[in-house]
């Protein structure tokens, strides 16, 4: 199994950046792909960037411009730096995973990033 955890949440204002992370730890080979999802107050949750195993990333049209994800190989982390930050990015920010092993997926227990305005 794979743990999640992320770091780096808070408080910003509107036009500041942040930078998550997400330690991961267990079974690190099984993993395919490496995600950062969001989810605002009484919204859905919805994928904000994807990483493969391969390197390959994946923003969603929504999330161009602004997000990067990246991979610390060394420190098994997976980091998402969020520049020029609106309110409407105020949400909870999780860490997922898809592995190749049961469960096939795995959540962090998720980060708040609150923008002011």
């Known amino acids: 199994q794979v743990q999640l955890v992320e770091s780096g949440g808070g408080l910003v204002q509107a036009g500041g950046s942040l930078r998550l992370s997400c330690t991961v730890s267990?079974?690190?080979?099984?993993?395919?792909?490496w995600d950062w999802y969001r989810q605002a107050p009484g919204k859905q949750r919805e994928l904000v960037a994807q990483?493969?195993?391969?390197?390959?990333?994946y923003y969603p049209d929504s999330m161009k411009g602004r997000f990067t994800i990246s991979r610390d190989y060394l420190k098994n982390t997976v980091d998402l730096q969020m520049n020029s930050l609106k309110p409407e990015d105020t949400a909870v920010y999780y860490c997922?995973?898809?592995?190749?092993?049961?469960?096939?997926?795995?959540w962090g227990q998720g980060t708040q990033v609150t923008v002011s305005s």
């Open positions: 997922h995973v898809v592995t190749k092993t049961a469960p096939f997926a795995s």
């Open positions: 267990g079974s690190i080979f099984s993993i395919n792909d």
């Open positions: 990483i493969t195993g391969g390197g390959r990333t």
